[in-house]
């Protein structure tokens, strides 16, 4: 699952790929890749760095939801974005992301986004949390 931020950067399938990495808290961590098209963009030809935070959430939550240490659903409670240089469309990006350190209900993550080459376009830290009781919509599935 990679959510609307996913879709609205990809491509059709198989623009779009989640594949299994390590992390330093024992468990996983992910590299989603993303095809960013023309019809991203804020500035012409450059992504709108509001796509460029949503796609870490997403990744962020995938990561999250997957590691063996976070019990349940988890929350966005800050998301930092540094972004070092403005993104391109048309070009496959991946967004690798980990789990930094879980205090409790605390979820510390780190992440990358780059393209093929290398190159580091920014990087991101969030803090997720998991609630204290199960969500109802959740509960009630």
Do not use: M, Q
């Given at each position: 699952y990679m959510g609307a931020a996913a879709a609205a950067a990809s491509a059709p399938l198989p623009?779009?790929?989640?594949?299994?990495?390590?992390?330093?808290?024992?468990?996983?961590?992910?590299?989603?890749?993303?095809?960013?098209?023309?019809?991203?963009?804020?500035?012409?030809?450059?992504?709108?760095?509001?796509?460029?935070?949503?796609?870490?959430?997403?990744?962020?939550?995938?990561?999250?939801?997957?590691?063996?240490?976070?019990?349940?659903?988890?929350?966005?409670?800050?998301?930092?974005?540094?972004?070092?240089?403005?993104?391109?469309?048309k070009r496959t990006i991946s967004v690798s992301a980990r789990v930094d350190k879980v205090q409790g209900r605390k979820i510390y993550l780190k992440g990358v986004l780059a393209d093929a080459n290398g190159v580091v376009y920014a990087d991101a830290t969030a803090l997720f949390v998991t609630p204290k009781t199960a969500p109802r919509v959740l509960a009630d599935r």
């Open positions: 623009g779009r790929s989640v594949t299994p990495g390590t992390d330093s808290v024992r468990g996983t961590g992910v590299i989603a890749l993303y095809e960013l098209t023309a019809n991203v963009c804020g500035h012409d030809g450059v992504v709108h760095g509001g796509l460029t935070a949503a796609l870490f959430d997403e990744t962020f939550g995938v990561v999250s939801f997957a590691h063996p240490a976070v019990r349940g659903p988890a929350y966005t409670a800050t998301l930092t974005v540094n972004y070092r240089k403005p993104l391109p469309a």
